[in-house]
């Protein structure tokens, strides 16, 4: 198995629904090119970033089921960075652009992409930000998008912690990682230790190691296993507004599992 392979089962672990959430995501896609008169990429095809892209796996979907996109994965971990690249490599020539850089960095941002991109989406990736770089993040994607263009964000976004709603996702949640684990699907930990003895991804754990400091004995530092992050639905939703989005409404939905999509108004940013 590819390592890439295993950090789909690795994500499935955590997320019961992936795969019905990017169905989600391309679906909204699909509605935005049918219902928009034209886009601005010069050459036709689909604009989609994505904000912490990973190994690119919304990029490998995207590409199935849109062959002329064009896909910008933007992230700053070398490990994943390494894997997109590889992906990148076997598409078309053209179809992928990887970008180094961390999403609250605005650099990203360059000529060819200001206001030009059809659609900004993320996966499990935003909540890991803080909320200023959230919000930067988010100002970032607006300005990345063309007039009337969209944000998708698939992510665990829930409500009050103690609500009855909330202990059924945390059963639910816990019930699907029992399932896999059964299937022998590694966990975050599992796959972490895995790429550090892989020889090719060994010397890219300890640059990540210098990004993303691993948690110590008393469990400090930005590292950690995957799900334990849970933001608040309103919270991100208050973002988004704050970046400039409108019509911001949850698209798709498995217990708090969301994509949520927001517009960017007709005009173009200020």
Known sequence: MSQIESWDRQQERYIGGREARFDAMF??????????????????????????????????????????????????????????????????????????????DPTWLSNDLAGRADVVCSSTALHWLPPEALDQALINA????????ILLNADHLGDDPASPCMRLADWVGDRDEADASADAAPSWDEWWAAARSDPDLAPLCVRRDRIFPPRDANGSGREDAAGEVRPLLA???????????????????????RVVMALAPDAAPA
């Open 27 to 104: 679906d909204a896609i699909s509605w935005l090119m049918a219902s928009a008169t034209s886009h601005h990429s010069a050459d036709g095809r689909p604009i989609v970033v994505d904000l912490g892209c990973g190994p690119a796996a919304i990029g490998r979907r995207l590409l199935q089921r849109f062959p002329t996109a064009t896909y910008v994965g933007v992230d700053v971990d070398p490990v994943l960075l390494h894997l997109a690249r590889e992906v990148a490599d076997d598409a078309e020539v053209g179809a992928m652009r990887i970008i180094d850089r961390d999403v609250a």
């Open 142 to 149: 607006r300005r990345a998008l063309r007039p009337g263009g």
């Open 235 to 257: 919270d991100f939703v208050a973002a988004t507004r704050r970046a400039g989005f409108v019509d911001v409404d949850t698209i798709w939905q498995r217990f708090d599992d």
